[in-house]
Each structure stands twice: as C-alpha cells, then as structure tokens.
C-alpha cells in the first residue's frame, strides 16, 4: 500500500515539474508579429547631368600619341570651361597608353609594336540643364572624339529621399493594418524598421558611338523616379 502511494506521489510531483517547464518554455517563445514591406516614389526634375568625354589617339610613336591626346583634351576643358563647368566638376577617370602589337605569324617571331594607343577622359558635372548640349558641342568641336553616355541625375537627392521615405513607411504600415485585419488581429507597437538602399533611376541617352561623329544637339532631362524601400514589423497586440 505504502508502494503504491508513493509511486502516485512521485508522479505528481513529475507532472507539475513538467507543467512549471512548459510554461517557462511559453514565455521563451518569441513575440508574435507582422511584417510587411513597404515602397514610396517620388518623381522630381534633374538638375544635373553627368558625361565623360576624352580624346583617344593612335601613333607610330608614344611622343606623337601623348601630344596629340594632349592637344584635345586641354582644347576640350578650355572650352568648356569658358562656358561654365567649374572646376570642381571636372575629374579625369581615364588614362591609358596601350602598345598595338602586330600579329604574330609564329612563335618563334619576336613581338613587335606596330604604335601606341593613348588615351585621357575626363567626366563632366554639368549643373546648367540648359547649356549642356552647347557644352557638349563645344567638347567634339574642340577636338573630343570619345564620349560615354549622357546621365541626368539630381545633385542633392537627400530632400527628396526623405519624402519617398515617409511614403514608404506609411505603405508598410497601411500592409500591416490590412494583414491584421485580415487575420483578425490588432496591429500593436512598431517593433522593428529597417531601410533598403535609395534607389535613383538615373536617364542614361545615348551610347558613346552617337557622339563620336558630332555633339548631341538639343537633350531633355524629362524626370527621375527615387525610390525607397523599407520593412517593419509591428507586434500583434494582446
């Protein structure tokens, strides 16, 4: 009898250990929650663009290839200079001297340099919308035989970063109330934010082939979309 009771003691004391674990392991589970994504845009007008143009020259000799580049490029940055890019906007981002190697008829022959390749481009800031197709002209008229593309972008994007932000975390939270709602849920407290990259959707124009026989005459910056994504998660209230 003595057995028996404490056999049925022992399983007591088993089954609310058990009980007393279970309910420590409820309140280690992590809070319940919703997330939603979020995405606000807003359009606004370039007020700058942004082009490299350079000058590429191919000569029997290094001495003939630098001078020639030489020539252009200081003809090309005085001019446009002269019509209003500053300094400041002015960044060289290429150059290159290049031997051209004649092709070999057999291993045995010994390499041989035909002439040199050299050359120099430099990427503008244009921050007058108006003047660029002149500037532009100007550049190949002054001897600029290299241009890569013409790009419209905004020179400060912070402003209007901060209005597609405040769009995207409404959108997130309008997501997170119909969830809720759908869910038969409450939307709590906003638990946790987190921001993707601003995403600018620069105009690219043209390619670098368009240029190389004449300027690109009259451009249109038309508008840029910038973009911003966010993600929240808001707790599910009690």
Known sequence: MRIRRLVAALA???TTLTGCAAIRGGDDA?????TATGTGKVSVRPDMAIVQVGAETRAPSLADATADVSRRISAVLERVKALGVAERDITTVTYAIDPVIA??????EATRILGYRVANVVQLRIRQLDAVGRIMDAAVAAGANTMRGLTFTVADPQAVEAQARALAVQNAREKAGKLAEAAGVALGELALLTE???SPYPRPLAGRADFVAQGPGPVE???QEISVTVTTHYLIAK
């Open 12 to 14: 007591l004391v088993a």
């Open 30 to 34: 992590p809070p319940r929650m919703i």
């Open 103 to 108: 092709q070999r008829r057999s291993e045995e």
């Open 196 to 198: 993707g990259v601003p």
């Open 221 to 223: 910056p038309g508008q």
